[in-house]
């Protein structure tokens, strides 16, 4: 199929405001153009990263990029303290963050690595375990949210993309022909763009204005985050997962001193955990990672029997478990609180227009894969736009995004419904529940194949 080049349609704009804006907000604004060919609106971790990723493609050098970011450009330097906002980072994002050149400003900097995980609960004794074939092997890195956006921005700048900060998409008129996409700003400058990406979050403007169907719904919960101090220097190289009846509490670390907390709860108790003193807060941390409710007894002699069985055939039991570390102290005013929801887009892509991360999935983050999911969109619409180029199509074909859309969603989705499964498999205490969960937690624990899907799932 001849897919011919379209031209692309002016569009006005008040060149005045945008030259002011230029010189005042944007951290790289090359000249009064105005129309581009590829558009990304939002630049957070992931529209910042797949800027970055799309003005490293060599298919795409001749193509005009810009990003639009609607928050202040920020001047930042690494904090001696530890951000309270941490992402769990898997294989597949690292070796991304690596080929565009930003990890090596990730790893000057500082990060945590992940060498073994332990998921339990606190209804029983099951546990898994999950650690790296090789003894080098890292299951996932932890890196600050805003050590990871700073060095997309400074990789950014050994690029061709334009970044305009202060820039919130205010309206948007699709195009259905061959003309571009026509960007209205809350400050009235217009921008025309052939491919218009929405990477503007979870509550994304883009996917309203396109008016994708989007299935929603909030937990009800909140994701208390903090730092915290470690009572003892040791190789905090664990994370650590129990599913506590309101919610999973995951430590993660950051050094060897150093961890940082996700602690998913009832609204009302995050309150009461965020209202404690950071001593109070210590002690009903520590109370929560160390104590268990009884769990109930045919729960509890059904899964010795089974562990003692699993024991028996040389397979990995619960006896292969360990403690997580003590905390001695929250950070000061580490402490904070975010809603927890999912969302999914029933489509990602239209004719000249693309969803990518939390604007098109957001998921419950028990199993720190949220911004693992947008990193894998951005590989995947690079690797098609690519391609596109190259066969000589337009950059906004539907028959190529829908490849994106296709292929992504073969993969988030079942992601996403495993995610959520998980939250209400362990958000009950009913006894038959706890009891099958357990026995299943074990029997995985065991099977090293099954472990190993699990784990190759979760750094793809
Ligand atoms: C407590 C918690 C812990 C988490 N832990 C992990 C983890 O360990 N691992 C993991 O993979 N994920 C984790 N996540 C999920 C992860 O944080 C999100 O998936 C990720 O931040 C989404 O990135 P994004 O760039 O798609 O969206 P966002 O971070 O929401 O960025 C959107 C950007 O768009 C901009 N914007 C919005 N509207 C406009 C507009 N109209 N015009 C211009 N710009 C606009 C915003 O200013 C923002 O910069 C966690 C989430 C929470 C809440």
């Not at 303290?81 to 963050?97: H, M």
């Not at 292969?320 to 029933?346: M, N, V, Y």
């Amino acid at each position: 199929m001849i897919r011919l080049p379209t031209t692309m349609s002016c569009v006005a704009f008040p060149r005045k405001m945008l030259m002011k804006n230029s010189m005042k907000n944007c951290s790289r604004f090359i000249s009064s153009q105005t129309n581009y060919d590829i558009v990304i609106v939002g630049g957070g971790l992931v529209g910042a990263t797949l800027a970055c990723v799309l003005g490293k493609n060599s298919r795409l050098s001749d193509k005009s990029i810009l990003l639009l970011e609607g928050s202040k450009k920020r001047d930042w330097k690494l904090p001696e303290l530890y951000s309270n906002r941490v992402s769990s980072l898997n294989q597949a994002t690292y070796n991304l963050l690596n080929e565009i050149g930003v990890w090596r400003h990730i790893q000057s900097s500082r990060y945590g690595t992940v060498k073994r995980m332990q998921i339990w609960e606190a209804n029983s004794e099951a546990v898994i375990n999950f650690k790296g074939d090789y003894s080098d092997e890292n299951l996932a890195y932890i890196v600050e949210n805003d050590l990871t956006l700073h060095s997309v921005y400074k990789e950014l700048e050994n690029s061709n993309v334009s970044v305009l900060n202060e820039a919130s998409l205010q309206d948007l008129k699709l195009s259905k022909g061959t003309e571009s996409h026509q960007l209205t700003l809350k400050d009235g400058s217009v921008f025309g763009a052939k491919l218009l990406v929405g990477c503007d979050g979870y509550s994304s403007q883009v996917r309203q204005k396109i008016g994708v169907h989007y299935v929603s719904h909030s937990y009800g919960q909140m994701g208390v985050v903090a730092t915290l101090e470690l009572e003892e220097q040791c190789d905090n190289t664990t994370a650590w997962q129990k599913f506590l009846p309101t919610g999973p509490l995951a430590l993660l670390p950051l050094n060897d001193k150093f961890s940082s907390l996700v602690w998913t709860t009832t609204p009302q108790h995050a309150k009461k955990l965020l209202a404690l003193t950071d001593q109070d807060f210590t002690d009903e941390l520590n109370y929560h990672l160390y104590n268990s409710p009884k769990s109930n007894v045919i729960v509890e002699k059904s899964s010795r029997v089974f562990d003692q069985l699993l024991h028996a055939l040389n397979c990995p039991s619960t006896k292969d478990s360990q403690l997580p570390p003590k905390i001695a102290r929250c950070q000061e005013r580490s402490r904070a609180s975010f809603p927890l929801g999912f969302g999914h887009a029933t489509n990602y892509v239209q004719k000249g227009v693309a969803l990518v991360g939390d604007a098109a999935h957001r998921v419950h983050p028990l199993a720190g894969q949220g911004v693992n999911l947008g990193f894998g969109d951005i590989s995947c619409l690079n690797g098609v736009l690519g391609e596109a180029v190259y066969a000589g199509s337009e950059l906004g074909d539907l028959l190529y995004l829908k490849e994106y859309e296709t292929e992504r969603q073969r993969h988030n989705v079942p992601t996403m419904l495993a995610i959520d499964g998980l939250y209400r498999l362990y958000g009950t205490d009913f006894p038959p529940v706890v009891l099958l969960r357990s026995l299943g937690l074990q029997a995985v624990n065991a099977l090293s194949p099954l472990k190993g899907l699990l784990k190759n799932h979760a750094a793809s």
